[in-house]
């Protein structure tokens, strides 16, 4: 066997602004073809490591230990010799550095021309062959268009050709598919591993959440504060045999099928929907035939799983009178909907929470407290003392309470932002709470947290929950009852659990099997303890 | 690294620097404008206070007019007189214009586009030409009201969309499916678009009716003499251009400087539209 390449090789490196230690004595060595996962929150320094990395460094920035580049010698971190090794970045969709009003493919072949040196014919042939290497990939054609026009997932495949098109020496992702929809993952991850494969690369990830992480099954570094909490596979972290800190991060993951949530649904119902017929929000959108029936009583909980575009999101909006529908009734709270009036459905909402992924779910120009204090205001009309009470009460327990109330929420991290929507939604007092893709977005560490300030919401203020999705990790967690969607039809319905052990839909089986972290063949050694379902051979399922 | 980042914080700390430049500019004219009778060394149109028409010099630091007024305090008392009419012009711009460009942006769609629609024409005419209509329908007594409501269109048509823009955003849509009202929803725009973008959207107003108030006076719909503002005094200048180029210079110069300073405070991209 020939000797692995050696990539980058960094010897206690610290980095200090003043009194602050951002990062200190990290040690690690990459060769070509060697993936490192490096796992952290927004503070643990993996950001660090990535602009010293690809020198961006900041005013104040004080920097100590080594880095060693391909065959080069090792130098000073603040020093960077020029070498002939091509460090590729790989970013997230939403966090990519692309102007909005310029076509991607324009700014995508311009980046690889520059990068490589070559024409701009060439790099834009360069990226159309790394393209059809991938067969879920857009066409290149289709990236003739502004990012705002692609999906996330479409922006990722291109931006992976992109940096294929480099032949990079050393991908640096950060976070690249962290945010996208389970099966993207999987494809755009096992993508990405055969390229790995083929080109010899060394991957270096740092990773906010577990998804992307899973997949990749590597050498993974837990960083907090700066510091190294420990290094291992994948495979023994998420085996529970870890650090407190770490076990933590991988309650993230999704868990073997375990005994549901506990109940407190009544018999009564709460929902009832009977031959609803969509009508998406685009004019040629596909149409439901048979219509969509189903009730949800009151403390249930129902997941609607399906990628993007399946119909969850329009059916949500059917139920609260937000879009017409063609067809079908609704009855919310035993009142039909259909026949009350616009100010009376707004006021059938004001028990309805939503709880989602979107950071812009806020508005940004209103203070912490204020977006606590208006749905007591706007619909209760309490005094100035109790809804300080309230308020303080509903800020304590999901852990804002010490922050300052007076902050706009633009200012609030992600993190802050969805904690601050589940104080909302406590005070709100709902019967119903919409929770869209809560964990979207979210560092490992915020994804626990928030799951257990969800289930502790759900245990005590009891409301029904429908949970958007396309992650049955997530769904697993939140819901006991699912309906899978397809183009705007559910192909499969029922008792989670039930569908998880025996799926009979296609559809269920890939979303299901995209969710589950993948298990190792590879021997007896590290085999995951917990974390995969008990997913059943592709073949033909009994009724 | 594949694609470098492109950081716009050297442009705004420029647009903050300059904004910040702005207010301390009106600032000192305000400071000017309060102090005017203790500044000035004679007071308004005492005549005869030295020679005529004479140039710029220590005695006489902007010269004298035809009659013999000294001009530096002249100018101060048209500047006191100019800023004194346009405080109010400014608060009916904001009242008229973005009070109710907000409250418009939330009245059902088709109304809201109708009054819209009627707005925009108006914010299309030239300002002047409407101030001209309202003195013709009122009296020059009116001359602020009058370059207000002039400038209240424009001020109107912005507040409108930026109204327009954030009821369509995203949280404002999430709102309203947890049964938030629309009253509600205004009181936001109110409370936080109006207060946040008050002081600029005053600056704004203020560059705009000042202008319009100085024109209405040069060409004669506005003060009437003894009250003197700069743009009567820079109309009182006109035969003396060519050979008594300060008459005119040292009010005009006072009258760039209120703009300009009311402009950057706004905000430059702002300014460059007011």
């Not at chain 1, 969800?454 to 006991?480: K, S």
Request: hydrophobic share 45%.
């Amino acid at each position: 066997m020939s000797e692995p390449r050696p990539i980058l090789e960094v010897k206690d490196l610290g980095v200090s602004r003043g009194s602050t230690i951002e990062l200190e004595r990290l040690s690690f060595r990459l060769d070509g073809g060697e993936t490192l996962v490096l796992l952290g929150d927004e503070n643990s320094g993996k950001d660090v490591l990535l602009r010293v990395l690809g020198s961006y460094l900041q005013r104040g920035d004080e920097l100590s230990g080594t880095i060693k580049l391909g065959e080069g010698p090792a130098l000073p971190a603040a020093k960077r010799a020029k070498i002939g090794l091509r460090i590729v970045y790989l970013a997230a969709a939403a966090e990519a550095p692309l102007n909005p009003h310029a076509s991607v493919l324009a700014q995508l072949s311009r980046a690889i021309a520059r990068r490589t040196g070559s024409p701009r014919t060439s790099a834009r042939e360069e990226l159309r062959i790394a393209l059809e290497r991938f067969p879920d990939a857009p066409t290149l054609a289709a990236l003739n268009q502004r990012p705002g026009a692609l999906g996330a997932k479409d922006l990722s495949w291109a931006l992976l050709a992109a940096a294929m098109a480099q032949t990079p020496d050393l991908l640096i992702a950060d976070h690249a598919f962290g945010d996208l929809t389970p099966r993207s993952i999987r494809s755009i991850v096992g993508a990405l591993m055969a390229e790995q494969k083929r080109l010899g690369f060394a991957l270096l990830y740092a990773a906010r959440g577990l998804k992307a992480a899973a997949r990749l099954d590597s050498r993974v570094i837990v960083l907090r504060q700066g510091k190294v909490i420990e290094e291992g596979s994948f495979t023994r972290l998420a085996s529970g045999q870890s650090h407190a800190y770490t076990r933590t991060l991988f309650k993230a993951l999704p868990k073997p099928l375990a005994a549901p949530p506990a109940r407190n649904a009544t018999r009564e119902p709460l929902l009832q929907v009977q031959g609803l017929d969509l009508i998406g929000a685009k004019k040629n959108a596909p149409r439901s035939r048979d219509g969509i029936t189903f009730e949800l009583r009151r403390g249930a909980s129902l997941a609607l799983i399906g990628e993007d575009g399946s119909g969850r999101r329009e059916l949500v909006r059917a139920l609260l009178g937000l879009d017409r529908v063609a067809g079908g009734r609704v009855v919310l709270d035993q009142v039909d909907m259909s026949i009350l009036s616009a100010p009376m459905t707004s006021r059938m909402r004001r028990r309805i929470a939503f709880i989602t992924g979107a950071d812009d779910a806020l508005d940004p120009r209103m203070t912490l407290w204020d977006t606590v204090d208006e749905p007591l205001r706007a619909h209760l009309r309490l005094p100035r003392d109790m809804v300080a009470g309230h308020r303080e009460t509903a800020l304590k327990r999901v852990g804002l309470a010490s922050h300052d109330g007076r902050r706009a929420v633009a200012t609030l991290s992600p993190f802050d932002k969805r904690r601050l929507q589940v104080a909302r939604a406590i005070v709100s007092a709902p019967f119903l709470a919409v929770i869209d893709e809560p964990l979207r977005g979210l560092d490992a560490f915020a994804q626990s947290i928030l799951t257990e300030l969800l289930e502790d919401f759900r245990r005590q203020e009891g409301p029904a929950f429908l949970v958007i999705t396309a992650d049955v990790g997530v769904a697993q967690v939140l819901a006991e009852d699912a309906m899978f969607f397809k183009d705007h039809k559910v192909v499969e319905r029922g008792a989670l659990r039930d569908i998880l052990r025996n799926p009979r839909d296609e559809e269920t089986r890939e979303l299901i099997e995209a969710s589950a972290p993948p298990v190792r063949d590879r021997g007896s050694v590290d085999l995951p303890q917990v974390s995969t379902y008990n997913v059943p051979q592709r073949t033909a399922v009994p009724e | 690294m594949t694609m470098a980042v492109t950081s716009p914080n050297g442009t705004h700390a420029l647009h903050n620097a300059l904004r910040v430049a702005g207010w301390i500019g009106l600032g000192l004219i305000a400071v000017a404008v309060s102090l005017s009778d203790f500044l000035a060394n004679a007071p308004a149109n005492a005549t005869a206070i030295g020679p005529f028409l004479a140039s710029p010099s220590p005695e006489f630091r902007f010269g004298t007019d035809i009659l013999g007024r000294d001009l530096l305090s002249e100018t101060l008392h048209a500047l006191d007189a100019t800023v004194r009419s346009a405080l109010p012009a400014t608060a009916v711009t904001l009242l008229a214009g973005a009070l109710l460009g907000f409250v418009a942006a939330r009245l059902p769609r088709s109304l809201a586009r109708t009054v819209r629609g009627l707005v925009g024409i108006l914010a299309s005419l030239p300002a002047l030409l409407l101030a001209v209509l309202v003195i013709g329908l009122s009296t020059r007594d009116w001359a602020a009201v009058a370059a207000g409501l002039s400038a209240a269109p424009f001020t109107f048509v912005r507040a409108f969309d930026r109204a327009r823009l954030e009821e369509r955003a995203t949280h404002s849509e999430y709102a309203r499916a947890t049964g938030i009202s629309g009253t509600t929803l205004l009181r936001r725009d109110l409370v936080y678009e109006f207060r946040d973008t008050i002081l600029s959207s005053a600056a704004r107003a203020l560059a705009a009716v000042t202008l319009i108030l100085s024109t209405l006076s040069f060409l004669g719909f506005g003060a009437v003499p003894p009250h003197r503002d700069l743009g009567l005094m820079i109309a009182a200048a006109r035969p003396y251009f060519l050979h008594a180029w300060w008459m005119a210079a040292f009010p005009a110069a006072a009258l760039v400087l209120l703009i300009l300073c009311a402009r950057l405070a706004a905000g430059l991209d702002e300014g460059e539209r007011a």
